[in-house]
């Protein structure tokens, strides 16, 4: 049955009280494998349509420093916006109801432009990443523009310090945390909720901040599926993709929808 609920704007409540044991992470990612296997073809969809996307980026870019950032700030943007038809399923599968490819961008119509402008906030952080890119680049090269032969067939990593390289690492990884602290749950809020893009990233934080054990293992599982799916030619991310967009889904209903009801 295919149904398209009715949009009611819900107030966030505080999350002072919310936590999630340590590792509820890997239940999340077994719940995320159910509905895979529930919605095979709409779920394979998304993660066909990322793995495409990063494997054109890869095949023609390199290691400069300005590609990678603009390949992050491109999944920064559209990541979200595909993980929201695989939230929207999981959420449908609650419901016991069945949907294809299409069906499950109903809802997200509804709410495309609150997900518009969450993922032009999280481009923000990619914006800065990229700022900070020029930034290293400078130090390494003496130049924001160096000549081509040396950063784009040549290995900019190679080009670089030890130093130059931890910092732009330290600096990428901060802001990647800052955006994964305002983002962990906003997609399935936003989608169900209807609430404003300065309430979700306010309520994500929150969670975040309440359960940072938790988040920890979550990150790092993210990354190290993030990377497994990169080192199989992006044919892992397929399968892996839509995996972590359900298992979102089950985070945010743990870790906030429980508690309203």
């Known amino acids: 049955m295919n149904t398209i609920h009715p949009l009611h704007h819900l107030t966030p409540k505080p999350v002072n009280d919310i936590k999630a044991a340590f ?9 995320g494998w159910q509905d895979l296997n529930y919605h095979p073809t709409a779920s394979f969809g998304y993660g066909l349509i990322v793995a495409s996307l990063m494997l054109v980026t890869f095949l023609f870019t390199s290691t400069h420093i300005y590609v990678i950032a603009a390949a992050i700030c491109g999944f920064m943007f ?45 481009l923000g952080f990619s914006i800065v990443w990229f700022a900070l890119s020029a930034f290293i680049l400078i130090l390494a090269s003496g130049s924001v523009a160096p000549a081509i032969e040396l950063t784009v067939w040549d ?11 931890a910092l732009y690492i330290i600096l ?11 983002s962990v749950v906003a997609i399935p ?7 404003s893009v ?6 994500s934080f929150d969670v975040f901040i309440k359960n940072i054990p938790t988040m920890a293992v979550w ?8 990377l ?13 993709f839509p995996l972590l967009g359900h298992a979102t889904w089950y985070a945010y209903r743990d870790l906030v929808k429980d508690e309203m009801y």
């Open 228 to 240: 497994l799916g990169i080192s199989t030619l992006m044919i892992g991310m397929i399968v892996l």
């Open 189 to 195: 809020a936003i989608i169900e909720m209807d609430i």
């Open 155 to 165: 290995d900019f990593f190679a080009l670089a310090t030890t130093q130059q390289l």
């Open 198 to 203: 300065q309430e979700a990233m306010q309520l």
């Open 78 to 122: 559209f990541g979200p916006l595909l993980a929201a038809g695989l939230c929207e399923l999981s959420w449908r599968h609650e419901k016991h109801e069945h949907l294809d490819f299409d069906h499950s961008l109903s809802r997200l119509r509804q709410v495309q432009n609150t997900l518009y402008r969450f993922a032009a906030a999280l």
């Open 23 to 31: 590792l509820k992470p890997f239940s999340w990612l077994k719940l």
């Open 219 to 226: 990150g790092v599982l993210i990354v190290l599926l993030f």
């Open 172 to 182: 990428g990884s901060v802001l990647m945390i800052l955006a994964f602290s305002v």
